[in-house]
């Protein structure tokens, strides 16, 4: 597609409960980024990915969080035992080249 | 921590007037950034500078860059009620194994009609 399409747009869990988020990147776009963000301003970077590979993983919580991009499938983050902290939106983007990125509309994650 | 941190927080100008907006970060870079968000939106890239480029156009953007003073700015001519949206500066560390964009805290700009 010529953009980058998340799904759920929202999602509600209770603490502990799984959360799993979906992104499909532009066609032939190889690089896919996953960012947090909390309270409208602060952007925080989780993962990439180059094709299939993780690229930079350095902004992952371990413990709970973990991220695919299969060939011919969505990429997906996956939360395990959500906690209220990971209240926040989550935007997938993808590249062609690694530098300028474009990206999704977002899942917006509510713990409650 | 951010890597960025953008000044001013706020801005409101009226419709025709020129806007502009602060970026300064504290490591060496491969770029520098920047991106538009709406309301409820994601982000959309508007420019990118590199290390070695000292200022670049593109329509009613210009934005500097002063790797001496790690300090970016991004001036909207003849804004418009439709650039009404958040502004974030972003940044790719130089070197290192890593491709990973690190955003400012943004600046919401709200252009008055």
């Known amino acids: 597609g010529e953009e980058v399409a998340q799904t759920p747009k929202h999602l509600v869990r209770g603490e502990g409960q799984k959360a799993k988020l979906y992104c499909a990147p532009i066609k032939g776009h190889s690089y896919v980024f996953w960012y947090q963000q909390v309270l409208k301003n602060e952007f925080k970077f989780l993962i990439s990915?180059?094709?299939?590979?993780?690229?930079?993983e350095t902004g992952m919580p371990k413990e709970r969080f973990s991220a695919k991009c299969l060939p011919n499938s969505p990429c997906s983050l996956e939360i395990q035992a959500t906690k209220l902290e990971d209240s926040a939106v989550y935007f997938c983007a993808s590249s062609p080249t690694g530098r300028e990125l474009f990206f999704g509309s977002g899942t917006q994650l509510s713990v409650l | 921590s951010q890597q960025g941190e953008e000044d001013p927080q706020a801005l409101s100008i009226q419709e025709g007037e020129n806007a502009t907006m602060n970026c300064s970060y504290k490591?060496?870079?491969?770029?520098l950034q920047w991106y538009r968000q709406n309301s409820g939106r994601g982000l959309v890239h508007l420019i990118l500078?590199?290390?070695?480029?000292r200022e670049k156009h593109s329509g009613r953007l210009r934005v500097t860059l002063d790797t001496s003073k790690k300090s970016s700015s991004l001036l909207i001519t003849a804004s418009r009620a439709a650039d009404t949206a958040s502004y974030f500066c972003?940044?790719?560390?130089?070197?290192?194994?890593?491709?990973?964009?690190?955003f400012g805290t943004g600046t919401l700009l709200a252009v008055q009609p």
């Open positions: 490591t060496s870079i491969n770029n």
């Open positions: 500078i590199r290390s070695n480029e």
């Open positions: 972003a940044t790719v560390p130089y070197g290192g194994a890593t491709n990973k964009l690190i």
């Open positions: 990915f180059q094709n299939e590979n993780v690229f930079d």
